[in-house]
């Protein structure tokens, strides 16, 4: 199973971008998909997931209101969109998948077993 983030690049404050994951490989049946995101000299923190069964979202208090995460299971893929960019939001930004995640462990970057190469999301001031 690859997951493949796409879609980061640079913006200016107040832009918006659509950041897309796409997964390959055999079918995953996963629990949940979610966004992680990593600022150069901090921690991978937790940004927003999503559950495969009911679609029920969750995000990271510092998104909410500005992100919302999708998902096409059809397709297989998940999409986070941006908006209101602020420039504390740069970082590298993975994509995740696991396959049994129980609610109260979702915003943990451990509970995913399945990780995507990053990608880079710039906000210029």
């Known amino acids: 199973v690859q997951l493949q983030a796409s879609g980061g690049g640079l913006v200016q404050a107040g832009g918006s971008l659509r950041l897309s994951c796409a997964v390959s490989?055999?079918?995953?049946?996963?629990?949940?998909m979610g966004w992680f995101r990593q600022a150069t000299g901090k921690d991978r923190e937790f940004v927003a997931a999503?559950?495969?069964?009911?679609?029920?979202?969750f995000y990271s208090d510092s998104v909410k209101g500005r992100f919302t995460v999708s998902r096409d299971n059809a397709k297989n893929t998940m999409s986070l969109q941006m908006n209101s960019l602020k420039p504390e939001d740069t970082a590298v930004y993975y994509c995740?998948?696991?396959?049994?995640?129980?609610?109260?462990?979702?915003?943990?970057?451990?509970?995913?077993?399945?990780w995507g190469q990053g990608t880079q999301v710039t906000v210029s001031s």
């Open positions: 995740a998948a696991g396959a049994r995640i129980i609610l109260s462990a979702i915003r943990e970057s451990d509970a995913y077993d399945y």
């Open positions: 999503i559950r495969t069964r009911g679609g029920s979202t």
């Open positions: 490989g055999r079918t995953l049946s996963s629990a949940a």
